[in-house]
């Protein structure tokens, strides 16, 4: 356990949690600004259920509105988790030889905008070329390319896979929620020294991976996570994005 999650105390009312104070707030900034999407995980080293369960008892905690929760997790290991691999690969391979069999594999929902415009296309490309350079992939490498893709369907090593569903029959704003969740789950993943890849490359495939994990027709597919130790020798995770100042998006009024 780190540090910042030693010196909590268990909070049992809501007035404890008013009175309470955090006694190493840099350990909080750390757990956040270390944050990255990891793309390279010890696949040997496993993550105890113990911690798997601290990081969602954690998560638990993260706002939604009215208090509706509308998050379900599944956590994928050992043979599903092989399981899942072997089987999104093939599909993701089957449909690069017959594109085609796209439309099999529909996102569940717009992720991405249909129209990209600036400044949001401009920091898509930045990404991309700047990732593919880190590892040598050329702009027309179509097959280096896939191979970097169908890393997701890898879950880039990590040894835990973790799917994330919505009740389909919520709204908007519980996406908002959902996010807030998601967010917390990787912050309180670093306070057990653990890394993380949020990951919505799984939404297309979501028709293979429910029957494995049990999931039902009434969720939706919200994204994936790979949890790990980060392969700290890797090249791939020297890859961190970069970020417009804080001043660049805010606006004082008043």
Same mark, same amino acid.
């Given at each position: 356990?780190?540090?910042?999650?030693?010196?909590?105390?268990?909070?049992?009312?809501?007035?404890?949690?008013?009175?309470?104070?955090?006694?190493?707030?840099?350990?909080?900034?750390?757990?956040?600004?270390?944050?990255?999407?990891?793309?390279?995980?010890?696949?040997?080293?496993?993550?105890?259920?113990?911690?798997?369960?601290?990081?969602?008892?954690?998560?638990?905690?993260?706002?939604?509105?009215?208090?509706?929760?509308?998050?379900?997790?599944?956590?994928?290991?050992?043979?599903?988790?092989?399981?899942?691999?072997?089987?999104?690969? *093939? /599909?993701?391979?089957?449909?690069?030889?017959?594109?085609?069999? &796209? %439309?099999?594999? #529909?996102? @569940?929902?717009?992720? +991405? !905008?249909?129209?990209?415009?600036?400044?949001?296309?401009?920091?898509?490309?930045?990404?991309?070329?700047?990732?593919?350079?880190?590892?040598?992939?050329?702009?027309?490498?179509?097959?280096?390319?896939?191979?970097?893709?169908?890393?997701?369907?890898?879950?880039?090593?990590?040894?835990?896979?973790?799917?994330?569903?919505?009740?389909?029959?919520?709204?908007?704003?519980?996406?908002?929620?959902?996010?807030?969740?998601?967010?917390?789950?990787?912050? *309180? /993943?670093?306070?057990?020294?653990?890394?993380?890849?949020?990951? &919505? %490359?799984?939404? #297309?495939? @979501?028709?293979?991976? +429910? !029957?494995?994990?049990?999931?039902?027709?009434?969720?939706?597919?919200?994204?994936?996570?790979?949890?790990?130790?980060?392969?700290?020798?890797?090249?791939?995770?020297?890859?961190?994005?970069?970020?417009?100042?804080?001043?660049?998006?805010?606006?004082?009024?008043?």
């Amino acid at each position: 356990m780190s540090q910042a999650a030693a010196t909590a105390v268990p909070q049992s009312s809501t007035s404890d949690k008013v009175r309470t104070r955090i006694a190493d707030p840099a350990s909080v900034s750390a757990a956040f600004e270390s944050r990255f999407s990891a793309r390279a995980f010890l696949r040997d080293k496993p993550v105890d259920r113990e911690v798997i369960e601290d990081i969602l008892r954690l998560a638990a905690r993260a706002p939604s509105g009215t208090n509706t929760q509308p998050w379900r997790v599944y956590v994928a290991q050992g043979a599903a988790r092989e399981r899942i691999e072997r089987e999104v690969c *093939a /599909a993701h391979d089957a449909q690069r030889a017959d594109p085609s069999l &796209a %439309a099999r594999y #529909a996102d @569940s929902y717009d992720y +991405y !905008p249909e129209k990209w415009v600036s400044p949001y296309i401009d920091r898509r490309r930045e990404n991309g070329w700047s990732l593919y350079g880190l590892l040598g992939i050329g702009k027309g490498d179509k097959d280096a390319m896939h191979l970097q893709h169908q890393r997701n369907f890898r879950f880039f090593d990590a040894p835990v896979g973790l799917f994330f569903t919505i009740d389909r029959v919520l709204g908007r704003g519980s996406l908002l929620d959902y996010g807030m969740f998601l967010q917390t789950v990787m912050v *309180a /993943a670093r306070a057990h020294g653990l890394h993380t890849c949020p990951q &919505a %490359a799984w939404n #297309a495939y @979501s028709s293979i991976i +429910y !029957p494995i994990i049990g999931a039902g027709p009434d969720e939706m597919m919200v994204c994936g996570m790979s949890l790990g130790h980060a392969d700290e020798s890797a090249k791939v995770n020297q890859y961190h994005t970069a970020r417009e100042s804080a001043e660049s998006f805010t606006t004082w009024v008043g």
